[in-house]
């Protein structure tokens, strides 16, 4: 996310915000937008305002989770992320919203939205992925990672009850999401695999009405999971916070390997995959692994994924770190492309002409961004309109 960089609609209060900062329990007061999207979805007014959770969790929001097996002694052991989690009766997973319930295990986020934003596409970042719509962007807590520079800690890192939510089941949230003129739905902010059932049918509501959906995440998950995300969303992003186990254990709280085998099944299953590489100074920031995360994706992935090498903001635990260099993020883009990726960005420095996609044939200027604003789009049915190459994305 660019620091400073934008203004977006608060998608329940229906009024500009400033998303300089995270927006955890705020964005939770007295909604408008999603009120009149109520009366389209058939959903109760009344059950709206009940926003004062505090301490108990709405009983609309707990269902019986996926993704898990049954121990003896009324344990269950997680199947959704590598960590596999074996928790007992009365216990809670890592991420702290699945909880054991006398054997049974139970998602505690089902449509339990703690943000919501109506945002540009460009800013999940997806750049080849109808550029210069909106998506109507939901977020749950809750997060199987525990990132030191987590942008959006306040919503990711507490449990559930902790945080003002409002209860936006999948019908609704697409209704606002058609009554707002978006394209997509956008599960994101904080992690969206650990409140899969959420996700699951929130992209089938979709599909049903005509709109697609999509995920930004860091791809901590098992491949089972993980396969039936890719068949119902149209589109995916994951991190690849760094190319090193070293760093993902000290620095992430999580593993490489599982992250690679998610971008992998996306690669395959997906119906579009970009991938996001946050460039943090000092920690994952040498040439050597811009050059070894740029072969692995180039031999594993092919040419033509998108990435983004994005400018790190301190935040959360590692506030004692600058904003990356610009000129760092231009030399991770200068290696990628020398090692023949094609579609390179650099990301969160508004402006910047790394923004920009162009034709890798005849180097036409294609997609001119500025931030999160299409300036000029030269693309006919997906094609160049200079030299007609085919150019990979979702473009209709």
Known sequence: MAEGADKTYDALAGEPISLDEPRPAACAVERREFLKAAALAGVSVAALRSLAWADAIDSRCIQEAKFYEKLPGRAVRCKLCPRECVVGDGGRGFCRVRENRGGSYFTLVHSRVVAAHIDPIEKKPFF????????????????????????????????????????????MLVAAARREHCASVALTYSEPIVCAEYLLDAAEAAAREGVRSVMVSGG???????????????????????????????????????????ILTARKEARWLEIVYLVVPTLNDSEAEFLAAARWMKTELGNDVPVHFTRFYPKYLLKNLPPTPVPTLERAKAVAEAEGLQYVYIGNVPGHPGENTYCPKCRKLLIERAGFTIAQAHLKKGKCEGCGQAIPGVWT
């Open 128 to 171: 080849h992925f109808l550029p210069g719509t909106m998506a109507m962007s939901v977020s749950t807590g809750g997060c199987n990672l525990n990132c030191k520079f987590c942008q959006n800690w306040e919503i990711s890192q507490p449990r559930p009850e902790e945080l003002d939510a409002q209860y936006v089941p999948p019908a």
């Open 220 to 262: 901590f998950a098992q491949q089972a999971p993980l396969r039936e995300f890719c068949r119902r969303l149209s589109a995916i992003k994951i991190d690849l916070k760094s190319f090193s186990e070293k760093y993902y254990r000290e620095v992430v709280r999580g593993e490489l390997k599982p992250v690679l085998e998610a």
